[in-house]
C-alpha cells in the first residue's frame, strides 16, 4: 500500500508511522520548515504518555506529573492522584515532542517531506492525487490512501466534502516564571469567570509554567468576545492564579488557537485523524492522546482489512468513541457548577474520592456511565 499523510503533527506522524512499521510506502508531508512549534498547553496526559510509550517513544528526565490541584468556582479545591500501576503525565514542548514521533517513522522507513504543503488531494477510483508544493514548485504524488492529519485549520477536508465541525472551543496560552517553586502537578481551576471551561498552570520545570484558558465558544461570547482580555482577567481574579503566578505575572509567547470536534472521518481513500477529524476531548480541550489514538486506530484498520472500504467502516466504529465524549461533554458543561462543588465537598472530606475523580477526568473518557458508576461507587 502507498499512502500520502498530510501533516506532521501527533496525529499525521503516527499515521506515518505505524504504516511504514506496517510494511507501506508512505511520504508524510509537512508545510512548516521543521522542527516547528505548535500553541499548545503542552500538558500530556498520562494517556498521552502510555499511548507514547506504545510507540516508543521516550520520557525519561521529564517531569512527572503525579496528581492535579482542581479548584471550582466557589474556589474550593481538592487534590487527587491516580493510580499507582497507571504512568505519570508530563509537559513537553510540542516541537520536541512531535519530533520525537517523526523521527521513529522516519526509522520505520517513512519519506518525511519538510515545507511541503499540500494543496489538494483528490480521490479516484483507482487511486489518490496528491498536489504538493515546497519552496515555489508543484509535483503530483499519487498512492492509495491518503491520511490527513492536517490539525484544526481542517482546510484539505473541507475542500473534499467533509461537514463542517459540530463545535468548537478556544484556547490561548503563554509561557511564564512562576513567584514560586512550582509543585510538579497539574493545576485546573474552574473559575467562575472562565467556567465551564477552565484555566491551567501547567509546570514545564520547577519555576516555568505553561499557563492559559481554554473555553467554548458560546463562553467567549458572553463574556465579551476577546480571548487574550480572558485571559488577563482570569490572571487578575483567580486567586489560585495569583497565588501561583504573582500578582502581574510576565507572559510570553501568548498565542492562541481553536480545538474543533465533531466531524465524519471518512470518504472513499480518505482517512481523518486527530484535530482534522474533530476528536479532541470537547470538554478538556484535550487533544494529543486523542491525536495519536485515532491515527492508530485509521492504520491498524488499514493494515488489517481485505480492502478500504472495510477499512474506512472499521475506522468510523472503533473512533465514533470520540464522538460519545461529545454528549458527556455536554452533559457536563450544563451540570458541571453545582456538581463540582458537591465533588469538592466530598473530596475534601475523603481524599480518595479526590484520586476517583481525577482518575476519571484523564481516564474513563469514553463512557459517561462508567463515571457516573464510578462517582457512586467511590462517594
Ligand atoms: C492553546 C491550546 C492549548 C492546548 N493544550 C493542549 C494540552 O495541554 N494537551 C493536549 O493534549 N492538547 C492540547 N491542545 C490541543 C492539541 O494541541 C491538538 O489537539 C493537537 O495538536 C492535534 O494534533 P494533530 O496532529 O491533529 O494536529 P497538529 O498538531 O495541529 O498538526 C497538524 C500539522 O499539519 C500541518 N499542516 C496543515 N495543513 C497542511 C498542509 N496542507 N500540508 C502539509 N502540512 C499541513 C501543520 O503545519 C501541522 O504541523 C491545545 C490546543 C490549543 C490551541
Not at 506529573?65 to 492522584?81: I, K, N, Q, W
Not at 519538510?114 to 477510483?125: K, L
Not at 467502516?313 to 454528549?327: K, M, P, Q, V
Request: net charge positive; with cysteine; hydrophobic share 40%.
Amino acid at each position: 500500500m502507498r499512502a500520502i499523510v498530510v501533516g506532521a503533527g501527533p496525529g499525521g506522524a503516527t499515521a506515518a508511522l505505524q504504516l511504514a512499521r506496517a510494511g507501506a510506502q508512505v511520504w508524510l508531508a509537512e508545510r512548516s520548515a521543521w522542527p516547528r512549534e505548535k500553541t499548545c498547553g503542552d500538558g500530556v496526559s498520562p494517556l498521552g504518555v502510555r499511548e507514547g510509550n506504545a510507540l516508543s517513544m521516550h520520557f525519561e528526565g521529564r517531569l512527572r506529573l503525579e496528581s492535579a490541584l482542581v479548584s471550582t468556582p466557589h474556589e474550593r479545591s481538592f487534590r487527587g492522584g491516580w493510580p499507582r500501576a497507571t504512568p505519570w503525565g508530563t509537559t513537553i514542548e510540542r516541537r520536541t515532542f512531535d519530533a520525537q514521533i517523526v523521527d521513529a517513522a522516519v526509522a520505520a522507513g517513512a519519506e518525511f517531506l519538510p515545507e511541503t504543503q499540500v494543496r489538494a488531494v483528490e480521490s479516484e477510483a483507482r487511486g489518490v492525487t496528491a498536489v504538493l508544493e515546497s519552496h515555489g514548485t508543484q509535483r503530483s504524488l499519487r498512492a492509495d490512501v491518503a491520511v490527513i492529519g492536517e490539525g484544526a485549520t481542517g482546510s484539505l477536508a473541507s475542500k473534499l466534502g467533509f461537514a463542517p465541525y459540530r463545535s468548537r472551543l478556544v484556547a490561548i496560552r503563554g509561557y511564564v516564571d512562576a513567584a514560586a517553586p512550582l509543585v510538579p502537578e497539574y493545576g485546573l481551576f474552574y473559575d467562575k469567570i472562565v467556567t465551564p471551561g477552565y484555566g491551567w498552570v501547567f509546570p514545564m520545570d520547577a519555576r516555568r509554567a505553561n499557563v492559559g484558558i481554554c473555553v467554548d465558544e458560546r463562553t467567549l461570547a458572553r463574556r465579551g468576545g476577546n480571548l487574550r482580555g480572558l485571559l488577563d482577567r482570569w490572571l487578575a481574579e483567580s486567586r489560585f492564579a495569583r497565588e501561583l503566578l504573582g500578582e502581574s505575572p510576565r507572559l510570553d509567547g501568548v498565542k492562541g488557537g481553536i480545538i474543533p470536534t465533531g466531524r465524519a472521518r471518512t470518504k472513499p481513500r480518505i482517512f481523518l485523524v486527530g484535530d482534522a477529524a474533530g476528536v479532541a476531548d470537547p470538554f478538556t480541550a484535550e487533544g494529543i492522546y486523542q491525536a495519536i489514538h485515532s491515527a492508530r486506530l485509521a492504520a491498524s484498520a488499514l493494515a488489517e482489512s481485505k480492502d478500504l472500504a472495510e477499512a474506512a467502516t472499521r475506522y468510523e466504529r472503533h473512533a465514533a468513541l470520540f464522538d460519545r465524549n461529545e454528549g458527556a461533554a455536554r452533559w457536563l458543561r450544563a451540570t458541571f457548577g453545582p456538581s463540582i462543588e458537591i465533588c469538592a465537598n466530598r473530596a475534601e472530606k475523603n481524599p480518595s474520592f479526590g484520586d476517583y475523580l481525577n482518575t476519571a477526568v484523564f481516564f474513563s473518557k469514553n463512557s459517561m456511565s462508567s463515571f457516573v458508576l464510578g462517582l457512586l461507587r467511590n462517594w
